[in-house]
């Protein structure tokens, strides 16, 4: 039984050309279509939602408050990012993080995200059921 729905952030939650190279506090985010009517939905479902997403120097809050900015901070029961961890998708310790911070296993989450070798190879790695999400032509 499903439990858990982690998402990777850039181009699966928020569009990617909205963070560019700025720190995740400078910027306003861009929701990619449909979002609120999904995490609202998911939610609603008793799904237990997370982020998974390798930053370069942003960590979990400022994380959640760019997501606060786009009134969707309050969907997320963990953010885990790269810099936190210290470790990059697909390294399957940045996914176990994830799986420890919300007490799922592996097989009771789904992986969204918008990129083979990162989302999907590490997600499939620890046993994670995984999504591969494009919503555009990058």
Do not use: Q
């Not at 959640?64 to 786009?70: C, F, K, N, P």
């Not at 990012?81 to 097989?107: M, Q, R």
């Not at 083979?116 to 555009?136: F, H, P």
């Amino acid at each position: 039984m499903i439990r858990a729905v982690f998402f990777d952030l850039g181009d699966t939650l928020v569009v990617e050309e909205s963070v560019g190279a700025k720190h995740l506090s400078e910027v306003i985010l861009e929701k990619v279509p449909c979002l609120d009517e999904v995490l609202t939905e998911l939610k609603n479902r008793g799904y237990k939602l997370g982020i998974i997403t390798n930053t370069v120097t942003s960590r979990e809050e400022h994380v959640r408050m760019a997501l606060r900015r786009i009134d969707v901070e309050k969907y997320f029961d963990a953010i885990v990012t790269s810099v936190d961890v210290g470790f990059n998708k697909p390294d399957e310790k940045i996914f176990l993080a994830a799986l420890k911070a919300v007490n799922v296993k592996p097989e009771e989450t789904v992986m969204v995200g918008n990129r083979i070798s990162a989302d999907i190879v590490g997600g499939n790695r620890i046993g994670m059921k995984t999504i591969l999400y494009k919503w555009n032509e990058r």
